[in-house]
């Protein structure tokens, strides 16, 4: 079993900074790519940002230039930082991982619980 669990969500006004986490636990062998998804109300889920096991990211338009993503390979944990949040970034913030378990040979998918961000005055 393997479990994302992420941190950081919250209310910020318009032109604030955030900063979420997703620490992945379990029987880890190898993540490969990480990212960051969101879903607004109303909208489907929608990429964010990745970032492969090298460093290697990719970044949605609406937020190329506001957002960083990171990870911590050591600590299996990946970040995002969201600077000049709009309140279009009001969403509920998911985190995703391609991991490989102990024993296996596959890469699957896992997905954290989310977290909400609402970003109003």
């Known amino acids: 079993q393997v479990h994302l669990v992420e941190a950081g969500g919250g209310l910020v006004q318009p032109g604030g900074s955030l900063r979420l986490s997703c620490a992945a636990s379990g029987s880890i062998f190898s993540i490969n790519v990480m990212g960051w998804y969101r879903q607004a109300p109303g909208k489907e889920r929608e990429l964010v940002a990745s970032i492969t096991s090298g460093g290697s990211a990719n970044y949605a338009d609406s937020v190329k230039g506001r957002f960083t993503i990171s990870r911590d390979n050591a600590k299996n944990t990946l970040y995002l930082q969201m600077n000049s949040l709009k309140p279009e970034d009001t969403a509920v913030y998911y985190c995703?991982?391609?991991?490989?378990?102990?024993?296996?040979?596959?890469?699957?998918?896992?997905w954290g619980q989310g977290t909400l961000i609402t970003v109003s005055s």
């Open positions: 995703k991982a391609e991991v490989m378990t102990v024993g296996n040979i596959r890469y699957r998918e896992v």
